[in-house]
């Protein structure tokens, strides 16, 4: 599929390189946009045996999956919408799937929102970084049940996603402040609580989130500030539970910087998406179920993902 111009295709190829490219960006809206690419592109097939149904589907799954490797939404969602060819209707499974996963992904931003607002208190000031629709709805939540509250946004650097965040916080009224990621610690000691999204969460309660998180989540924890991620359930990585390790994206490096011509061979660039802060820095991971300790990771993805063991143990 990848190298033909078939109509039926676009739709794959298209939402593909929306993921790869960042125009569509984010776990949650990732994950949402795979589901209704999947949808499309299963209402163009006619006319064909199922068992080449499925064979097109499938294929179909594993391009959206290259896309960008770190945030597990993408996999997961492909997962669940293709888990309706095992099905005898599997192209009737596949729409339903594709809708549902986009339904309780919505709602499962404003379920985090309201649960997780409940810890923030009148008067504090949150600290996010990069642009997670999940922390914002938890942010937004607390300004809209009436709480007076101040949020500081990092620039997130190369790809500036905290503005994202900044202006859609402004756009709501809330009173907030942008700076750069290295200006954190200077501004720590006015910060209550941290909350930032996830890409991925794994078994052993570690977070993967945008590069930048596990610097932050250190400095809240040398000032005993707590800090929280939010999480969908579809966020937690299954295949953590049995051993895999999460890639970290490396991106371009002209999205750092672009040097003159007589650098360009004698300074490296590295460009990484993606951190890692260990369990033992995270208060809690807000889902649409409840806050868990980062220790009780292990139990959602038994209970959301138990079907790894069996096709794999
Ligand atoms: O790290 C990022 C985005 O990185 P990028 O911009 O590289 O995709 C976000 O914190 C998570 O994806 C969660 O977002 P959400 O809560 O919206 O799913």
């Known amino acids: 599929m990848k190298h033909n111009n078939n109509n039926n295709s676009n739709t794959i190829i298209d939402a593909h390189k929306k993921i790869k490219n960042m125009e569509i960006r984010g ?38 999956k290259s896309a960008r490797p770190t945030a597990v939404s993408l996999p997961n969602a492909v997962n669940y919408v293709l888990s309706g060819l095992n099905t005898n209707n599997p192209k009737e499974n596949i729409i339903l799937n594709a809708e549902e996963f986009i339904k309780s992904s919505s709602e499962a931003t404003s379920k985090i929102g309201k649960i997780g607002s409940n810890r923030i208190k009148d008067g504090w000031t949150i600290l996010t970084h990069c642009n997670s629709e999940a922390a914002i709805s938890v942010i937004k939540t607390a300004h ?74 250190l400095m809240a924890y040398e000032r005993k500030i707590p800090f929280l991620t939010a999480a969908e359930t579809y966020k937690f990585h299954p295949k953590t539970i049995i051993g895999e390790t999460i ?36 208060d809690g991971i807000i889902t649409e179920i409840g806050i868990i300790p980062p220790q009780g ?17």
């Open 297 to 313: 990771a292990w139990h959602i993805i038994e209970k959301y993902f138990g079907n790894v063991f069996k096709e794999t143990l």
């Open 27 to 64: 776990a949650g809206r990732i994950g949402r946009a795979v589901a209704s690419a999947l949808k499309e592109y299963s209402l163009t097939i006619q006319n064909i045996e199922n068992n080449e149904f499925k064979e097109k589907m499938i294929e179909a799954g594993d391009i959206l």
């Open 247 to 282: 890639e970290i994206e490396e991106r371009a490096v002209g999205e750092i910087h672009e040097f003159e011509e007589k650098y360009k061979d004698k300074i490296k660039l590295r460009n990484p998406a993606f951190d890692i802060t260990p369990s033992q820095y995270i």
């Open 144 to 217: 809209n049940s009436g709480k007076n509250i101040k949020v500081i946004c990092t620039e997130t650097r190369p790809r500036n996603q905290g503005y994202l965040t900044a202006k859609a916080l402004a756009d709501e009224g809330i009173d907030t402040t942008l700076i750069v990621d290295s200006a954190v610690r200077y501004h720590i000691k006015d910060v209550d609580i941290v909350v930032v999204g996830a890409d991925a969460i794994t078994s052993n309660g570690c977070l993967v989130n945008k590069i930048g998180s596990s610097q932050i989540a």
